[in-house]
């Protein structure tokens, strides 16, 4: 393993009784990326994540960690007497360490720092977990499902936040069914299926993978034409040209080649299959 | 060291706030002295040498059994202890300030049985109280090991209700302080002492190795039980 590696897993496997959940995953994760764990349900995501975290035993295969992690877990309870800043002292206590002020202040949790666990908000809760995984300031970060359950404005805020730790060096590894979510945080990604790694890499790596098409829609006065190709370059130079020789102005132009979600899918059709 | 002094202070807090304990460990007990305590007296004049201890051994069982055991549910039982982990927190830090702090809760409700029997119902002070102080600490540690037992060993607050009351219930019938353990045929007077609580009665009557091995035999299997079940719960 390598200094710029910040998660080696070789071989890991794991299985519930006679059920197999996870096969042999191999992959590791570069420190300072964001990198999304995806699968449909019964992949194998949250095993997986739980071996990570050290919070499940594996039955065969290793995990290498080279750092600090904290964990803000997809279905989180404290105490409902319980207050934010008391449960952030006793983990900073237990870490040995002080609660940063800017940790604080920047999930806004001096808003709420005297209402009890149980009246807080769904977007409240979720801060203080984050806040909660970040408390011993460590080097890498899980998250599963951090957006779940939260308003506009909280999914925003909440991106930022993972956006702000990926500049400071933070590596962070992400379980999401949201795959806008992926699309727009992510390096790279790895889709689990049945157990295994069915791909790992960028996402657009992923789209070459499923063969997605160009979609170029282009608008003049005269109406919009559509367009799909493999080759934009090449077909976008020839619509331009022949618009330019016909002296028809272009007003729009529009290229897609569709979303990580629609990809996602396309491909986890194909594997089924 | 500060993580335990933080943690067991913050439990201390938070069973202040917890409406079921302060109902467990302070109402139900006391309004069961204030009650009893006049009925017995009245009924039975004899009943004031034994009023305290008699009291204390069935709020102290109230807290060990019923009160103490949901705290450790509520946590064992749920995603907290999952959360704790994640978080660094270590779960026998919890176990740790849960016991302790139900400790103190419970030695402050027999401080307050001890001074108002005398006051309301003119009750018999023990005749030394250091060694009523020593019996009592004994026997709630005891109680709430037995406690810890039901607490680690429920899955949820529903199974722990019904197991609980299964503790409770014989322990303070077949004790002896609802009326003489000796009136009782043989076989409910060996049940009786399957529960700290005929032990801690008579301990705290008087010093005696008796009662000291009864309770250091339930202690013994107690912990043993709460190695088991702790063995469970870490995995």
């Given amino acids: 393993m390598n200094n710029q590696t910040a998660i080696r897993i070789?071989?890991?496997?794991?299985?519930?009784?006679?059920?197999?959940?996870?096969?042999?995953?191999?992959?590791?994760?570069?420190?300072?990326?964001?990198?999304?764990?995806?699968?449909?349900?019964?992949?194998?995501?949250?095993?997986?994540?739980?071996?990570?975290?050290?919070?499940?035993?594996?039955?065969?295969?290793?995990?290498?960690?080279?750092?600090?992690?904290?964990?803000?877990?997809?279905?989180?309870?404290?105490?409902?007497?319980?207050?934010?800043?008391?449960?952030?002292?006793?983990?900073?206590?237990?870490?040995?360490?002080?609660?940063?002020?800017?940790?604080v202040d920047s999930l806004g949790i001096r808003a709420f720092e005297k209402t009890q666990y149980a009246r807080l908000s769904t977007g409240q809760k979720r801060r203080l977990m984050l806040a909660l995984a970040l408390v011993h300031d460590p080097d890498i970060l899980f998250l599963d499902e951090p957006t779940a359950g939260l308003d506009v404005e909280g999914r925003s805020l909440l991106h930022w936040q993972i956006r702000r730790l990926k500049s400071r060096g933070k590596t962070i590894i992400l379980a999401s069914h949201d795959m806008a979510e992926v699309e727009a945080l992510c390096d790279r990604i790895a889709i689990l299926h049945q157990g295994t790694i069915a791909f790992c890499g960028t996402p657009s790596a992923l789209t070459e993978e499923t063969g997605a098409q160009y979609a170029i829609r282009l608008t003049t006065k005269q109406g919009t034409i559509r367009h799909t190709t493999n080759n934009i370059t090449d077909t976008l130079l020839a619509l331009l040209t022949d618009f330019r020789k016909k002296n028809i102005p272009v007003l729009d132009i529009q290229v897609d080649r569709g979303t990580l979600e629609e990809h996602f899918l396309k491909f986890a059709r194909r594997t089924e299959q | 060291m500060k993580a335990v002094i933080y943690g067991t202070a913050l439990q201390w807090k938070l069973d202040l706030r917890s409406r079921a304990l302060l109902i467990t460990c302070y109402l139900v007990p006391l309004l069961f002295f204030a009650l009893m305590g006049g009925i017995f007296t009245s009924v039975m004049p004899e009943m004031k040498e034994t009023l305290i201890p008699s009291m204390t051994v069935m709020g102290?069982?109230?807290?060990?059994?019923?009160?103490?055991?949901?705290?450790?549910?509520?946590?064992?039982?749920?995603?907290?202890?999952?959360?704790?982990?994640?978080?660094?927190?270590?779960?026998?830090?919890?176990?740790?300030?849960?016991?302790?702090?139900?400790?103190?809760?419970?030695?402050?409700?027999?401080?307050?049985?001890?001074?108002?029997?005398?006051?309301?119902?003119?009750?018999?002070?023990?005749?030394?109280?250091?060694?009523?102080?020593?019996?009592?600490s004994i026997f709630t540690v005891v109680s709430l090991s037995l406690g810890a037992v039901l607490g680690l060993a429920a899955r949820n607050q529903s199974r722990l209700t019904m197991v609980s009351q299964l503790f409770f219930l014989p322990s303070i019938m077949l004790s002896g302080i609802m009326f003489p353990q000796n009136l009782l045929p043989e076989p409910l007077i060996l049940l009786g002492n399957l529960f700290p609580a005929a032990w801690g009665y008579r301990l705290m009557q008087g010093f005696g190795i008796r009662p000291l091995l009864g309770l250091g035999a339930i202690l013994a299997i107690a912990v043993l039980a709460c190695v088991l079940l702790w063995r469970r719960q870490a995995e």
């Fill in chain 1, 10 to 103: 070789s071989d890991l496997r794991k299985s519930y009784g006679n059920h197999a959940v996870l096969r042999g995953l191999d992959f590791s994760i570069e420190k300072g990326e964001i990198f999304a764990l995806l699968g449909v349900n019964g992949a194998g995501k949250t095993t997986a994540l739980e071996c990570m975290e050290d919070l499940r035993r594996f039955d065969h295969g290793s995990i290498v960690i080279n750092g600090r992690i904290g964990i803000q877990l997809q279905n989180s309870a404290l105490p409902g007497h319980i207050m934010p800043m008391e449960v952030l002292k006793l983990s900073a206590s237990c870490h040995k360490t002080s609660i940063s002020p800017d940790l």
């Fill in chain 2, 60 to 136: 102290v069982s109230m807290g060990a059994f019923i009160g103490m055991p949901t705290s450790l549910v509520e946590i064992y039982g749920s995603d907290i202890k999952k959360l704790y982990r994640a978080g660094g927190i270590p779960l026998g830090l919890s176990l740790f300030a849960i016991l302790l702090s139900s400790f103190l809760h419970l030695m402050i409700l027999s401080v307050i049985l001890l001074v108002a029997a005398p006051v309301f119902f003119g009750a018999s002070l023990p005749e030394s109280l250091p060694l009523f102080f020593a019996a009592l």
